[in-house]
Every structure is written in C-alpha cells, then in structure tokens.
C-alpha cells in the first residue's frame, strides 16, 4: 500500500447538514460522543496501511484543521501524513472548489509529485468500515483503470441513489442517477457476478455507488486535464470514462451508511446503542477507529438510570434518567432531567465551579443541562447552555422549522439546539 495515495473530499457547504455545519466543516461534525466524521475514513486507511493522506476542504475548516494537527502524527522516519489541503484562489485559477473532480484537478501539481501507482478518493461523511487493501487489489487484479465501490441495493431504497448496470466481467457499461419507474427496472444486474449468493443477488438486484473510487495515477491526470469542464467524479468523469476506459465495480457488502442529512445523521448516532448488535461498531480492536486523545477523567454518574445509552468521557450526570441516547464528551446533565432518543453532543471546556454559582446567582444559565429539563427526539449541539425545567419534545410536531434568534431548527422533527446556543428557564420547545 506504500504505492498508493489517499485523497479525502472533505465535502461541501454541508446544507443538509446544517446548523450542525453553520460554525465546521461537515467531516468536523462530532460522531459517537467522541469522534468525528473524518476520523472514519482516515482510520480506515491507517489500518489498511495507507499513511499518505491528503484532505481537501472549502468551508469552515478551522475546527477540521485543528482537530488534524491534534490527531494524527506519524514517526519522524516515515513517509506517513495527514494533511490538509484548502481550497485558494491562484492566479491559473481564481475560483473554488467547483465540485469533487475540481477540487483534486486544482491540487494535481502537488499530487502528480508523488511516486505512486494510485489514488483513493475517499469521501469524508460515511460511516463503515472497510479494508481497502482488498479494494486495491481488486483493482489491480482487472487491471482496471478506474475501480468504484459499489453496494448491493433492494428495490425499496435503490432510487435513492446513482445505480450501474455491469457486464458478466463486472465491468461497468452504464449509470443512471437516482432512476425510477421503468428506468429503475432497467438497472437491475446479476450481482452474484460480485460474489453475492443467488439468493442475495435476487433480494438486491441494483447496486449503487458508494463515491469510492481507486484510480490508476495516469489515468486520472489525464481525465483530468483533458475534461476541464467536468467538475464531479460521480455525474461526469466516470460515467463519460466507461465506454473508453475499464471501469471496474467492487462490492462492499456490509454496513455502510450516507449521513449526509439531519435525519441520517441522527438514526445513525442513535443505532450505534442498539442491542445486542449495533450495526456498526466502535470495539473492533483489529480495526479500531482513531480520534483525538483528550486525557479526560472518567464520566461520574450520581443516581441515574441510564438505558440502551453511550456515555463519552468526562461527564457528570446527577440523578437523571438516560434512555437510548448518546451523550458526548464533558456533558453535564442536572437532576431530574430526562434525556430521551436524544445526541447531546456535550462540551469543548469544564465551566469552573465558582463561575457556574455566581452566574446562577445572576440568571446566567449555565453549560450544560439544567435541573428538571426534558429532552427527547433532538440534537444538542456543543457548549449548549439549556436551563431549568426546559421542555425540549417538539409539543407541536412541527416537521421544518427555522428559529435561529431562539437558538434552535426543525429538520425532518427533530429538533436541533445550535452550538452554544442559550435556552432560558422554562422555555418550550
């Protein structure tokens, strides 16, 4: 794997992400109550032995960048990194990022500096786990010029997303974006060709693609350069490159989840407390999943109930019921509150002992989650300061809402408190 490069798209603007992307980047978005979303794809990737990284972001990447230099260091005699590389306006080109294959196409005359064989182009808001070194050698064994990992799909959800048809060789001959109808019927293919059972194969007919892609290094400088117009890998490059080049599909046939919206976001946090069997978990020890060492002490709970619920690190919890909820690093839940179906995404900083009564004293609410307040089916973003006997339960099963002087949206009904955002005393959600 010393011969091929990592490449992280670290995505967009994140609108569908958003509030949770209004002050980050949309892979700084925390994961788990303790991760983030950019800890997924670097880590695969150290533990398939690829150590040369590079992160492409645009917007709001101060927190992403932080968090890079913080996390991931390798020995002084390796080659391995993790770096980012911004989005900036030169005089060749004095635009942005116009899309994924922009992004890569603006930075080549750094990437093409480097001996290897291929390139991975990674996308930064996706949770699985995968071992791309069987990725990369299933590229190598077709010698393909383009591999893309793909995941078998039924027909309930296939529509969703970009689908490919393949020939009996597994090479790809044709797309169609998010198809319906009859143009859904026709991208049905035998995907035992990939290695599914018959039975698999007849449950899930369509496969989509995962926005993974292995490139061969030539291959890709020359689309590149050749097609200036064509700003995204998934729409234009590879769908135009098929009939030309050998586009390959690899299936990845285990959990893999999009959390590209409010709602994914949230059912994916929210599935990682199910039990007995998470779909994805984070106590693989032949493949575990890095993030930021924070030397936090150990979450202090007084007299509470907690079920089917993750805990981070460095919380305090004082007779309070917990019921399948993940709270975050530094979470400071009050007495008498009930935390239900809920992310709390906890706190970057303690707020001091004496700081926290004298504001009480002055009507300040302080960080965390006051006293009797109940909170269910929402999203509280980090350094959130929610006060006493605050009801937090969407009373009127609004579906889209935006209140941001009132620190707070509804997306798809569930309910999202802003980062630092300030809910006084009593307030009904």
């Not at 020359?222 to 009939?243: M, N, Y």
């Not at 959390?259 to 007995?276: D, M, S, V």
């Amino acid at each position: 794997m010393k011969r091929v490069l990592a490449i992280i798209l670290g995505g967009g603007a994140g609108t569908r992400l958003y509030p949770l992307t209004k002050l980050r980047a949309k892979p700084a978005v925390p994961l788990a109550g303790k991760y983030r979303l950019i800890d997924i794809p670097v880590s695969n990737c150290i533990n398939s032995e690829i150590f040369k990284i590079y992160v492409l972001t645009q917007f709001n990447s101060a927190s992403l960048n932080r968090h890079i230099a913080r996390t991931y260091s390798f020995p002084g005699f390796s080659e391995g990194f993790v770096e980012i590389l911004a989005a900036q306006q030169t005089p060749e080109n004095p635009n942005w990022f116009q899309g994924t294959a922009d992004a890569v196409r603006q930075y080549l005359w750094i990437l093409e500096e480097w001996d290897v064989d291929e390139y991975l182009i990674l996308s930064g808001d996706h949770l699985y786990r995968m071992d791309y070194r069987q990725f990369v050698q299933r590229h190598r064994e077709t010698q393909a010029d383009i591999t893309l990992s793909v995941v078998p799909m039924d027909e309930r959800r296939a529509s969703e997303f970009g689908l490919m048809q393949i020939d009996s060789a597994g090479r790809v001959v044709s797309f169609s974006e998010k198809p319906k109808g009859d143009a859904l019927n026709q991208m049905r293919v035998d995907t035992t060709v990939l290695g599914l059972t018959a039975a698999e194969a007849q449950a899930m007919p369509f496969i989509a693609s995962m926005g993974i892609y292995v490139f061969r290094k030539e291959v890709l400088i020359r689309l590149l350069k050749e097609a200036t117009d064509r700003t995204d890998f998934g729409k234009e490059i590879i769908p135009a490159s098929a009939p030309n080049f050998n586009v390959q599909a690899y299936l990845f046939n285990d959990y893999w989840e999009d959390i590209g919206t409010i709602e994914a976001f949230y059912k994916a946090n929210l599935a990682l407390t199910r039990q007995p069997q998470p779909p994805f978990s984070f106590y693989d020890e032949e493949a575990p999943i890095y993030t930021r060492q924070r030397f936090l002490p150990p979450s202090k709970l007084l007299d509470c109930r907690v079920t089917e619920s993750m805990i981070g690190e460095g919380c305090i919890l004082k007779e309070c019921r917990i019921e399948h909820s993940v709270l975050g690093v530094r979470s400071r839940i009050e007495s008498g509150c009930v935390i239900d179906n809920s992310l709390i995404m906890g706190a970057d900083y303690y707020q001091p002992f004496a700081e926290r009564r004298t504001g009480m004293a002055n009507g300040t609410v302080p960080l965390g989650i006051g006293s009797d307040t109940v909170i269910r089916r929402a999203i509280v973003d980090k350094n959130a300061c929610i006060g006493r006997n605050v009801q937090i339960i969407n009373k009127d099963q609004v579906e889209e809402a935006e209140r941001e002087n009132l620190g707070f949206y509804i997306r798809s009904g569930i309910v999202v408190v802003l980062k630092n955002a300030v809910i006084p005393d009593g307030f009904v959600i």
